[in-house]
């Protein structure tokens, strides 16, 4: 089992930034890529940004620009870096971690954390 803890989340003004975090603890090897995802009242969960246990990234259209995902692989944990934020992120935002163990395939997920920007 993995468990990953988010911070980060609040309250923010449009245009400004927040750093979202992930750390994920317990069993952590062969964690292959982690990434953060949203779900806005009423709307699907989305992909926002998603990162490689070797680096590789790709974002959602809506974001690219604006924000940035990075991995500290000796910490676990995943960064989301959000500036020019807009209220249209609002969102409660989600991490994920797939884990692959003898090529079966695992998700995890965290608790999610609430990003609101005020107009």
């Known amino acids: 089992q993995v468990q990953l803890v988010e911070s980060g989340g609040g309250l923010v003004q449009a245009g400004g930034s927040l750093r979202l975090s992930c750390a994920a603890s317990?069993?952590?090897?062969?964690?292959?890529?982690m990434g953060w995802y949203r779900q806005a009242p009423g709307k699907q969960r989305e992909l926002v940004a998603h990162?490689?246990?070797?680096?590789?990234?790709n974002y959602a259209d809506s974001v690219k620009g604006r924000f940035t995902i990075s991995r500290d692989n000796t910490k676990n944990t995943v960064y989301l870096q959000m500036n020019s934020l807009k209220p249209e992120d609002t969102a409660v935002y989600f991490c994920?971690?797939?884990?692959?163990?003898?090529?079966?395939?695992?998700?995890?997920w965290g608790q999610g954390t609430q990003v609101t920007v005020s107009s």
């Open positions: 317990g069993r952590t090897f062969s964690i292959n890529a």
């Open positions: 994920n971690a797939e884990q692959v163990i003898l090529a079966v395939k695992y998700d995890y």
């Open positions: 990162i490689t246990s070797g680096g590789s990234t």
